[in-house]
């Protein structure tokens, strides 16, 4: 089987643009265009940016037993997510190590669907379902627009009513320029954006009116690797790039806590009985590295994978950098010994050009009390 075996009905418009069509998760995923990111990255921060993130993998639950299955494998309270709204959660193994997260969509009293990315969501729900009354179905005809920037609810206002009424984490069923489609108030950015869930036959109608309708309030398109400069700045992991399936330690095997990554607070507070529980608190206190920003001197960003030091010894890796041409600053998403990963404790990032100064800082950088994404009107 080639690496790629999905197909997004964009692919050809990708191509039109400049991408070659790289492979993650097993769809070709526009990872360059032809032209410079930060064009993009400017969009989605001042006005609006679209882009095909439809190799997330999404997954239909049904059935008697779909809360059940999904209180199983996932680490949040599913009574507590309404038909409408949604949830992020993570999934974990029996050591109680991190495997996949995902969006949980409450669609119905015994109807779901879980979106999740690269890592082994669709197994874990498959191994919790063994033996219950519910039918698990992989969904690749459905595609995922995503709106993101803060103008993209001033577009969509003017096709979707209520759009603007629409919370942080709900979805709406709902037409849009006549086609079936979902829309849901979530996105990878850290901005007010939305994700438009839609059948491949209609993806590329709507694709070409936004981006034609929208080119004069700035809309642009954008390369799915462009969620690389605005993650670092809105501390938005991605698996395995973050992890040590990349980055492992010596003599142990891939797998990192919630406790390390950062993502303890997706357990839904006194939750008990979901794959993993049991090791998940138990190593609470336990961290072996810590999941913080650094901030670097300088325009230079850090290379992936560059070496983080202090005071000559290697306490660390930058997992994920970019220097911002909007706040003129160079910053990464890195994994730090605990100790170090305090604010402003000095540090060096060892780039293959040369060495570079830097100073741990909290995440995110960007929109900490996450005003913008959750904005109201």
Known sequence: ????WRFSTLADRHRALGSKLEDWSGMGTAWTYDKDA???????????GLMDVSGLKKVHITGPHASHLIDLATTRDVEKIYPGKSAYACMLNEA???TDDCILYRTGPNSWMVVHGSGTGHEELQRASVGRDVSLRFDDNLHDLSLQGPT???YLSKHVPGIRDLPYFHHMQTQLFGFPVMISRTGYTGERGYEIFCRGQDAGTIWDRILDEGKSAGIIPCRFTTLDMLRVESYLLFYPYDNSQKYPFDNEGPGDTLWELGLDFTVSPGKTGFRGAEEHYRLKGKERFKIFGVLLDGKEPADEGAPVYRDGKKVGVVTCAMYSPLVKKSMGIARLDVDCAVKDTKLEIRNKSGAIKATAQPLPFD???KTKRTAKG
């Open 38 to 48: 930060d064009e993009e990255y400017i969009a989605i921060r001042t006005k609006a």
């Open 1 to 4: 089987m080639t690496a790629s």
């Open 152 to 154: 993209a609810v001033d």
């Open 367 to 369: 929109d900490p009390k």
């Open 96 to 98: 109680g190590k991190f």
